[in-house]
Every structure is written in C-alpha cells, then in structure tokens.
C-alpha cells in the first residue's frame, strides 16, 4: 500500500504546478482521496478532497477558485492542478486516502511521503 508524490519543486509567484499522487497496492476507486499542505512552523492543514462518486468536493479557502483536485481512477491516480499559487502556498504537500470525505487527518489511513513547493521570486 504505498502513495507517491510528484511534481513539486520551485516556481514564481503567479506560476503554476500540477502534483500526482499516484496509488499502488490497494483499489484507489474505493477511497476518497485528498491533499493536506503543512507549512514552517504551521499545522498540517487539509486543503482539498473529493469523495468516491465525485460529487462531494471541497476545498479550502486560501485554495478555492485556484487549486483543482481530479482523478484517474485507471491510473490510480489524484491530481492537484495548482494555479496563481502564492509565497503563502509554500508548503509540503501530502496526498492521503482514507474512508471518509473529511479534511480531518485522523481519518486518512494512507499517506504520501510529502513533496516540497515553495513560491519565491
């Protein structure tokens, strides 16, 4: 049962950034899948999810109206299509599956390593 991450790295401000999470090991359909982002010096926070059936999606505000979370279930994969990110976004960043549609961590059995965005000019 394993997640990994892909896709971080450095990028101005205003720029874009597209992490995969991709599932190995398990049935990826059967979870909700979300991403948590933690900060220096900050809690992890839980910045978006979306449940099995695709109709309960959710995202943060510091994230709504520029992040997009998607899916390929054929490729047991999860997406997070960053745009206009902001020095604020720099974080790691961690995608998780669990049972529950919730930005709780608890509830999320399966967690990424985690992968570094930072946005500098």
């Known amino acids: 049962v394993q997640l990994v991450e892909s896709g971080g790295g450095l990028v101005r401000p205003g720029g874009s950034l597209r992490l995969s999470c991709a599932a190995s090991?398990?049935?990826?359909?059967?979870?909700?899948k979300a991403w948590f982002r933690q900060a220096p010096g900050k809690e992890r926070e839980g910045i978006s999810f979306?449940?099995?059936?695709?109709?309960?999606?959710y995202y943060a505000d510091s994230v709504k109206g520029r992040f997009t979370i998607s899916t390929n279930n054929a490729k047991d994969t999860v997406y997070l299509q960053m745009t206009n990110l902001k020095p604020e976004d720099t974080a790691i960043y961690y995608c998780?599956?669990?049972?529950?549609?919730?930005?709780?961590?608890?509830?999320?059995?399966?967690w990424g390593q985690g992968i570094q965005v930072t946005v500098s000019s």
């Open positions: 090991g398990f049935t990826f359909g059967n979870h909700v």
């Open positions: 979306i449940n099995t059936r695709e109709d309960d999606i």
């Open positions: 998780a599956t669990g049972p529950v549609a919730t930005t709780i961590d608890t509830y999320y059995r399966t």
